[in-house]
């Protein structure tokens, strides 16, 4: 065997995947495995105890808040309510949108352009949904969570759309 003959076989003038595409597309595969199956499944069948718990602190503190730990908890727990009510359909939009991320990182890792589009929705399917099931918020910690999980989102597909130029 040829010293630069790759594993599966010759190139046969084909350009190969980009080393930055694909440390983005195997970050997907794990993302997704931890934000968008497990986690969601794991909150799927404990918000019942993290409400529970939430609940607890907040009756304990509300004698001695000085700082305004009450409200900000509060607010979570708030959050957390709505989350139970809709944790079926949560579940399912997750679930939904790694799939999605999974196909079009995997189309990506081919080199097929559509793959960014199928991984876009899926990025953008959660954020969305749950923005409308949760709200945009106040300036509060709610507000500073879901900053947060848009700002992952956007930036993989900024990162995925700068790699556009080595797909086809």
């Not at 189309?107 to 559509?114: A, Q, Y």
Request: aromatic share 14%.
């Amino acid at each position: 065997m040829e010293k630069n003959t790759p594993l599966f076989g010759s190139t046969n003038g084909v350009k190969q995947i980009s080393s930055t595409l694909k440390t983005l597309c195997i970050l997907t595969f794990i993302g997704v495995a931890i934000l968008n199956f497990f986690g969601p499944i794991y909150h799927y069948y404990n918000i019942d105890k993290e409400i529970l718990i939430l609940e607890k602190q907040i009756s304990k503190l509300q004698n001695e808040d000085k700082n305004g730990i009450t409200a900000t908890l509060q607010d979570v727990l708030d959050a957390n309510y709505k989350s139970r009510d809709n944790k079926t359909q949560n579940l399912w939009v997750d679930i939904i949108a790694g799939i999605l991320c999974i196909v079009g990182a995997a189309l990506m890792m081919k080199r097929f352009k559509n793959g960014f589009f199928v991984y876009t929705i899926g990025e953008l399917l959660p954020v969305i949904y749950h923005f409308f099931i949760f709200g945009f918020g106040k300036i509060d910690f709610s507000a500073i969570t879901n900053a947060f999980s848009v700002v992952i989102p956007l930036t993989f597909v900024v990162l995925y759309a700068v790699q556009l130029k080595d797909m086809e």
